[in-house]
C-alpha cells in the first residue's frame, strides 16, 4: 500500500499529463513549451474549458467582466479580512462567491484571485485598491491592480508564469478539487478545498522560502557550506525535488526563459542559477540514488519578485493560475458522477470486550 498513493490512478482525465520520466508537460494535447510564452492565460483557460463548462463567445471579454463581477461584490466586505494573512484573506473572500456550477461561477472563480490578491496587498499597506479595467487582459489586469501601471514586459511575464501553472495532473491541490466535486458540491466548494491544499510549503508555499534561502546564502556569502548545513540538518531544500519528475520540472526552463526576459532580474538570475547548480551538486551528494533537481518553485519566486508581488503573495498568485486547473478537473469529476471514496486500513487495537 502507498501511503501517499504514489502510483495509484485515481482519475482519467483529458486536461493534463505529466510525464515525470521525459519531464514533459502537455495541456490538452499541447506541450508546455507549445504554450507559455505563446498563448494567453485566457486562451488556456478556455482550452482547459473547452467541452466541460460552455464557453463565452469571448473570452477575455468575459473573464474582465468576472474581475469587474467578483470586484463588485467582495470589496465591500475586504475590510473584515484585514487582519489576517493574505492568503488566507483571498481564501476567506472566494468563499462568499455563489457555489454554482454554470459558466458564470466558473469564471469568476478563475478571476477571484487575480483581483482579490492585489486588493488584499493594497488593503494591508493602507492604500486604495484599484477596481479591474475589463478592457485589459488578466495577467495586464493584475499588474495594474498592484499599482504597477501598464507595463507590458510584467504582464507578459506573469501570462507566462499562469499559463505554466495552469494545469498539472492530479496534484495535491487537484485531487483535492476533485474529491470535493466528487460529492456534487459546487465549484466554489471545490476550489475552496484546492485552495487550502495548495497552502502548504511541501505544494505551493515554497516560493516565499526559496527568496528567503537566496538571501540567507547571499549574507552567509558562502553558498555551499550554507545548502550543506541545511540539508545536514534534515530540512529540505526549497524549490527542489517532485514526487513526479525524475528530471528537471520543465516548468523550471519555462519560467527561467521568462525571468531572463525582465530586465529587473539581471543580478538576481546570475546569483540564483549559481545557487541552484551548487545546490544540486549538494542534493546528488546527499542522496545518491535520488534525483532531486529544480521544481517550478525557484523560478518562480525570481519571476513574482520581479514583476512585483511581495513573497506573502507567492502562493496567492500560484492559485491566479492553478484555479482554471481546479475548476476544469472539478467539472470532469463531477461529470463522471462517480463519488471518490477510497478506503482506510485500521491499525490500532480491536474493539475491547464487553
Ligand atoms: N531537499 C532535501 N532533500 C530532499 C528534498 C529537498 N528539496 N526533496 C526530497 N528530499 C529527500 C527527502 O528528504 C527524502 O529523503 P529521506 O527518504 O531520507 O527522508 C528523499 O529525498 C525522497 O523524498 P520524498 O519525500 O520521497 O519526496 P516526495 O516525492 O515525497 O517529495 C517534495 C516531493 C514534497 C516536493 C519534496 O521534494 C520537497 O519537500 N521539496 C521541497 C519543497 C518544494 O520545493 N515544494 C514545491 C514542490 S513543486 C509543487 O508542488 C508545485
Request: charged share 20%; no cysteine.
Amino acid at each position: 500500500m502507498a501511503i501517499g498513493l504514489d502510483d495509484v490512478v485515481a482519475a482519467e482525465t483529458m486536461l493534463s499529463d505529466v510525464d515525470g520520466a521525459r519531464g514533459q508537460l502537455v495541456i490538452r494535447g499541447h506541450r508546455l513549451d507549445e504554450l507559455a510564452g505563446r498563448a494567453s492565460f485566457e486562451q488556456v483557460t478556455a482550452l482547459l474549458f473547452d467541452g466541460l463548462i460552455p464557453l463565452p463567445a469571448a473570452m477575455p471579454a468575459a473573464m474582465g467582466a468576472a474581475r469587474g463581477e467578483v470586484f463588485g461584490r467582495t470589496r465591500p466586505l475586504l475590510p473584515l479580512l484585514a487582519d489576517l494573512p493574505v492568503y488566507d484573506a483571498m481564501r476567506a473572500a472566494v468563499a462568499l462567491l455563489a457555489d454554482g456550477t454554470e459558466t458564470e461561477d466558473a469564471l469568476m472563480l478563475v478571476a477571484a484571485p487575480a483581483v482579490l490578491i492585489p486588493a488584499l496587498l493594497r488593503q494591508a499597506e493602507g492604500r486604495d485598491m484599484i477596481a479591474p479595467d475589463p478592457t485589459l487582459g488578466h495577467a495586464a489586469d493584475a499588474v495594474r491592480m498592484l499599482g504597477l501601471g501598464r507595463d507590458a514586459a510584467r504582464a507578459a511575464a506573469l501570462d507566462t508564469y499562469l499559463v505554466t501553472v495552469s494545469d498539472h495532473g492530479l496534484n495535491a491541490s487537484t485531487f483535492a478539487a476533485r474529491v470535493v466535486a466528487s460529492t456534487a458540491a459546487g465549484l466554489t466548494s471545490a476550489v475552496l478545498a484546492g485552495l487550502g491544499a495548495l497552502k502548504g510549503p511541501l505544494h505551493g508555499g515554497a516560493p516565499g522560502p526559496v527568496l528567503d534561502m537566496l538571501d540567507a546564502i547571499a549574507a552567509a556569502g558562502d553558498a555551499r557550506a550554507w545548502l550543506s548545513r541545511a540539508v545536514a540538518r534534515g530540512e529540505r531544500l526549497m524549490g527542489f525535488g517532485h514526487r513526479i519528475y525524475r528530471v528537471r520540472d520543465p516548468r523550471a526552463d519555462a519560467l527561467k526563459a521568462a525571468v531572463a526576459l525582465l530586465p529587473q532580474t539581471a543580478g538576481r538570475l546570475a546569483e540564483a542559477q549559481a545557487v541552484e547548480a551548487v545546490a544540486l551538486d549538494v542534493l546528488r551528494a546527499h542522496r545518491p540514488g535520488r534525483v532531486l533537481e529544480t521544481n517550478v518553485e525557484f523560478y518562480t519566486a525570481l519571476l513574482l519578485e520581479a514583476v512585483g508581488f511581495p513573497r506573502e503573495a507567492f502562493t496567492g498568485v500560484f492559485a491566479m493560475g492553478r484555479v482554471a486547473g481546479w475548476v476544469a478537473h472539478a467539472r470532469e469529476q463531477a461529470l463522471t458522477g462517480r463519488l471518490i471514496r477510497p478506503q482506510s486500513r485500521y491499525v490500532a487495537h480491536p474493539p475491547v470486550a464487553a
